[in-house]
């Protein structure tokens, strides 16, 4: 009786309510053209045929061509907490893929990092992302950066200073910057940590 009660419930339930299915874990092939590609979210458009290189990464077709792309080994190992995924646009025959992607005046850039940052600048996309080694050490801490401009400049990055024609920014979020009768310094100091991972996290994770 408990038994038939449970399978009525799983049927009435709404289909949000149901655990999604795992990201594809096993690599596989496909073939087309005559062409056989290996490894994940594979896709095929009839004429172009590709494939993410790890789990995370993803494909998608715009005007008859596949792309995909992985993100870097470090966001891998530390995800944002957010739930922030990679995407990819296309825009005038042009196609980005990462995170935080936009397009302005056809132009289209996205960020390699979750953590990264993108603005416009006199119709110019700007993206940026803090290194590898920071996202190791602070993980889904890692502090967000922003863009400056001055006049025709622009910089990112952390505790960025400007005056009227010149911007400078730290590339780490321990980093200052100062201006001393017109000049501008910066100092990063160094990360000490070493990160080493055995093994990678679980793709469903």
């Not at 799983?10 to 594809?24: D, V």
């Not at 596949?66 to 995407?87: F, K, L, M, Q, T």
Request: aromatic share 6%; with cysteine; proline share 10%.
């Amino acid at each position: 009786m408990l038994s038939l009660l449970a399978l009525m419930w799983l049927a009435s339930a709404p289909p949000e309510s149901l655990p999604a299915a795992s990201p594809q874990t096993a690599p596989q092939c496909l073939t087309s053209q005559g062409r056989t590609v290996f490894g994940f979210q594979c896709r095929s458009s009839g004429t172009d045929a590709a494939c993410a290189q790890t789990p995370y990464g993803l494909c998608r077709t715009f005007n008859g061509r596949v792309h995909c792309w992985d993100p870097p080994r470090a966001v891998i190992h530390h995800p944002p907490s957010g739930g922030s995924r990679p995407e990819c646009k296309e825009s005038r025959g042009q196609v980005a893929c990462g995170y935080n992607c936009r397009i302005s005046n056809g132009e289209v850039a996205c960020n390699r990092t979750p953590y990264g940052v993108c603005t416009v600048h006199f119709s110019r996309l700007v993206c940026w992302d803090p290194s590898d080694t920071i996202i190791h050490a602070y993980g889904a801490q890692t502090p967000q950066p922003r863009c400056v401009t001055a006049s025709e400049a622009v910089a990112c990055g952390y505790d960025c200073k400007t005056d009227r024609a010149e911007v400078r920014c730290a590339s780490t979020p321990r980093g200052v910057c100062r201006i001393d009768n017109g000049n501008f310094t910066c100092f990063d100091p160094p990360v000490l940590l070493h990160c080493e991972h055995s093994a990678p996290p679980s793709a469903g994770g």
